[in-house]
């Protein structure tokens, strides 16, 4: 999500996403495999090569948008950071790449320091070798140099290509098969094949922790000497004379990977195919190999998806607002905003009631203005909506919210002090230092804390916060048997709540406002209500004779909700009441006024 995460972030996650891109484009190279014809080595290059420059492709396509979107940029202040297992990802990954990247331009080096220390052969080999050139259609110019400081040929450069031989075999070489193994390499030149290894070793290098870049960098290696063969074999026109002056050729030093050389891959296996241009070593049941293992990375592709989607909001959240999590995280990814802060939003807005309704008229779990919803819906050509919706309140609030951000450079507080207080008044605070209300000043500062602690088990802010909310509330609230009596208190084995007895049939009070959120009759709670009172706070009724309410009615103060009973397992009639608050049962005698 643009903004959501920084760089680092996203980066850290692009670096496990590309292990599974790798693989679906590994297993798709083998299920094609089977459907090549066997001597069309340059179609099964082609297809080989697709699939390995295809991998950092697919990489940056998902990775540089990302990076490079300047829509909403987030200060620190309301980013979450990487943590540290993305941190350990990105320092072994520069690591690697440092490493990596040395290690290649010391391979350029040393082959700069080859050519520059390398004589010019003599003038009958010029000759001969200029007749090869031209044999092969090249155009531009081409030296051929004798060094000591190689084994076998080896063809370097691109711009101004030179092919290396080793003096010895200038002299103690059969001439003509000297010449095919050096018509071998002009074929390299002519194909280019110095740059494409110049790039198989920059994609290995950026990515040196996908193994299957190097299954397929080491098949393109074969693949591409296999072409160069076949090439020389149709100049020459003898398969059987190209394959004796490879076999002459004896067992040599392997040159480094960025010069494509005349022992390029197997030796044996190149005199092999030559010998036989039917035999090609296919994997037994690769196409059923393959589907499996395209199968296992499509499987991997969803884990990791998940896991890149994942933006837990903070534990310490009631579940008045946790459980709008699936809206939250949409209307977040719309808006290209942190699920966690929209979540502490609507925490403080409304507790996670979406039927909110503040004195001023604002509604919903966002708690927007009529007003505000009107010009937001027009500016987006939205027509009959309804800001009670949750789901549309939630978008509507966090497009509102990230209007805000792009407004304030990114400034959480600016941004969290314009929508509670309004765009003018945080920009006169920001430009002239003209102090907030008393309102927005509090509501800035206890949001901008519980972002700081969204990672913490606790939130200090949170319980603060909840404790100013409900201390009113607590000491107001009813008792709902004024005349019972407590039989069994809380806390005595597993009671997670006290026993008010009364008379059978008495009426059974709602002690504060709420919604009722289950209506249920099983054999151990018998007939049984639960009520939610908002920020975490519910109270649960066991045992009832009659329910006088229905699941989803909101109840006020004082209400009826049902009456004394014995259902379920009692031993007589009594009330069994809860209290509990983010979910943990509470005493209840510390929230009864007698």
Known sequence: MIGAFPAADVLAWSLIEVLWKGLVLWALRLAVDPLLP??????????????????????????????????QPLVPSVVKGPGTLEILLIVIWVAGVSFSSLRVAGGLWQWHRTVNLAVEVSA?????????????????????????????????????????VPASLLTGFNPDQLQAILLHELVHVRRLDWLVGILQAFVESL????????????????????????AVVEMLGNRLEYATALYSLEAV????????????????????????????????????????????????????????????????????????????EQASENHDLPPALLAIMTLVESGGDSQALSSRGATGLLQIMPATGKRIAEKRGL?????????????????????????????????????????????????????????????????????????????????????????????????????????QVFGRGPHKGVDLAAPLGTAILTPMDGEVISVSNDTTAGKAVIIRHGVGLETRYHHLDAIDVALGDRLSAGDTLGQVGSTGVSTGPHLHFEVRKNGVPVDPMGYLNE
């Open 38 to 71: 066997v001597r069309a080595v340059r179609l099964r290059y082609t297809a080989t090569a697709v699939s390995f420059f295809a991998i950092p492709v697919w990489w940056l396509a998902s990775l540089v948008p990302v990076l490079q979107a300047p829509a």
């Open 124 to 164: 009958l080999w010029r000759h001969r070798f200029q007749t090869l050139v031209q044999r092969t259609g090249l155009r531009q110019g081409v030296r051929l140099l004798a060094s000591n400081r190689v084994d076998s040929p080896c063809a370097l450069g691109w711009f101004r290509p030179v092919v290396l």
């Open 207 to 230: 990515l040196f922790h996908v193994p299957f870049v190097w299954f397929l960098s080491a098949r393109l290696r074969l693949e591409r000497e296999a072409c160069c063969d076949d």
């Open 253 to 328: 030093l392997q040159a480094p990977r960025l010069a494509p050389s005349a022992h390029g891959g197997s030796l044996v296996s190149r005199i092999r195919r030559l010998a036989d241009p039917h035999q090609h070593s296919r994997p037994r049941a690769s196409v059923a190999f393959s589907l499996i293992v395209l199968t296992a990375a499509l499987s991997f592709a969803s884990i990791v998806t998940i896991m890149d989607g994942n933006d837990p909001l903070p534990t310490w959240l009631p579940q008045d607002v946790s459980r709008w999590a699936p809206l939250l």
């Open 383 to 487: 027509k009959d909506v309804d800001l009670q919706d949750p789901s549309v309140n939630l978008d509507f609030g966090a497009w509102y919210l990230a209007r805000q951000f792009e407004t304030f450079g990114g400034d959480l507080k600016l941004a969290l002090a314009a929508y509670n207080g309004g765009p003018e008044r945080a920009r006169r605070w920001s430009e002239n230092g003209e102090p907030l209300s008393e309102e927005t000043s509090a509501y800035v500062a206890v949001l901008a804390t519980m972002w700081d602690e969204r990672d913490a088990g606790e939130s200090t802010a949170y319980q603060a916060w909840w404790k100013r909310l409900n201390s009113g509330r607590i000491q107001h609230m009813l008792h709902p048997l004024p005349v019972a009596r407590v039989s």
